[in-house]
């Protein structure tokens, strides 16, 4: 069956740096375009960083661009999310997306990062 799991993910201090990771199984990885979210308490989902299936094309939002960088290694089917310099605002659950026009949408469980002194 299709899974992904993010690891990676804890408490960190203000400034420091954290590398989520999505090991994705039960589907063809290369064919997906692969997200990470984010969803703070009380607020909704947002998109944080994509990547399209060949990894050609990145894209971030505003609030972590030139601080997060997501990658992908489809020989190992896992995506990657570096993100550095780490504010109290980051503070969410993350979750990896694969994203497919043809072929569907799935979601990980998530994996909770806290950024606090």
């Known amino acids: 069956q299709v899974q992904l799991v993010e690891s990676g993910g804890g408490l960190v201090q203000p400034g420091g740096s954290l590398r989520l990771s999505c090991a994705a199984s039960?589907?063809?990885?290369?064919?997906?375009?692969m997200n990470w979210y984010r969803q703070a308490p009380g607020k909704e989902r947002e998109l944080v960083a994509g990547?399209?299936?060949?990894?050609?094309?990145?894209n971030y939002a505003d609030s972590v661009k030139g601080r997060f960088t997501i990658s992908r290694d489809n020989a190992k089917n896992t995506v990657y999310l570096q993100m550095n310099s780490l504010k109290p605002e980051d503070t969410a659950v993350y979750y990896c997306?694969?994203?497919?026009?043809?072929?569907?949408?799935?979601w990980g469980q998530g994996t909770q990062v806290t950024v606090s002194s």
């Open positions: 039960g589907f063809t990885f290369s064919r997906y375009s």
């Open positions: 997306n694969a994203s497919s026009r043809a072929w569907g949408n799935y």
């Open positions: 990547i399209t299936s060949t990894g050609g094309t990145t």
